[in-house]
């Protein structure tokens, strides 16, 4: 009942309203039907075939299939320079950006230990030299004459002594006729008796000395006197191997350009510092200044990007956002993961990814060597609908 009182009070309330016309207390089967204007159809008919040709041209149109990368731009041409030795860094004698030569010294360690060692080497040698000089004197003396002096006889020097004792014989036989009548006394008798056997034996003995030093003990003191010529040279070619060996110990403590470039960047370390064997200490370019693009491809569909694709990046270092974008053509791509070394393992871009190589084309803006960039590295260019419904292929088609 409360229902139909609300009803019938709007009712009455409608019935006595002057802004109530005659048409709005019609039922609404009983209203006559609104005819739209001619331009509200054809805004609709154009509409229709507006979204209809733009579907069309979005479809048919060519879409980029890209894959995102970060990476770098680095020199196409540049090499580390790496310590070669260990030991405490004495000197840097270049600064970052300049131009060096090939074989130039960049920087050297401290080798004050092994020059004291040079000096004792050479000390070592100059004393074998004269050693070696002393030796080959007595080598070529042995030579000359083989048996001492106080031995030496020659053979005339036998043939005068074997003359004289023939003398001494004769003078010997007349004493013993003379002392037969009287003549001679027994005691000048007796002297000569013991000059002639003094004289047989000193001349036996001579003849026992000379002809051993004349055979083979004469011969080893031949063989002695080389023996120790050759042993003092082969000290002597030790000392000059150790020298060598020293001042290449001397020479590796310089570290020096590989080849023509300039300083990149220099690791900094400082006078004193202790550096190990294998540091990086300088990375050097070649004279070309040539960039590429290092970037790092994670496993997305890395196996679709291909040498020849395009790549589209920009800059971190560029501030302007709304520069058009660079372009590069890809050059290598790696078939593993990279390899992460202890400098790359802190960034964690590096890790589990692929390396891919770009050459670049085409840049509106300088590229600072070292800028991290974000690429797009287009894949396959083909209408919109095909990339909506196909599957990519293995092969990334060239751009």
Known sequence: MVVDEITSKRSDVRTKSPLCDDDYRLPLAKLPKAIPPRWMYTSMLWSIGVTVVLTAATLLSPMDEYVTAPGEVRPAEYAYV?????????????????KVRQGQVLARLDGWEIRKRIREIEADIAQTEAELAMAEAAQRKVTAAPVPAEFLFSAVEMERQKEI???????????????????????????IRLQLIASESMLKRSQQAYDLFKGDYGAAS????????????????????????????????????????NILTTARRFPGEKIAAGTALFKISDDNDKTELRLYATEDRVNLIQPGQLVRFRANNNPDRLAPLAIARVTEVARDRDLASEE????????????????????????????????????????????LLMKPQPTGSKL
Not at 86 to 91: D, P, S
């Open 82 to 98: 790496f310590s070669r030795a260990e030991g405490l860094l004495e000197t840097i004698d270049v600064k970052d950006g300049e």
């Open 165 to 191: 004792q023939g003398l001494q014989q004769d003078y010997l036989h007349r004493l013993n006729e003379l002392q037969k009548t009287g003549a001679a006394s027994g005691t000048e008798l007796l002297n």
């Open 222 to 261: 031949q063989t002695e006197a080389a023996e120790k010529v050759r042993v003092t040279e082969a000290r002597l070619a030790g000392l000059r191997s150790r020298l060598e060996s020293a001042q290449s110990d001397l020479k590796r403590l310089e570290i020096i350009a590989p080849t023509d470039g």
């Open 344 to 387: 790359d393992a802190a960034d964690t871009n590096r890790l589990s990814t692929y390396r891919v190589k770009a050459a670049i084309e085409e840049a509106q803006y300088p590229l600072a060597v070292g800028a991290t960039v974000e690429a797009e590295i287009v894949l396959e260019r083909r209408p919109f609908w095909r990339l």
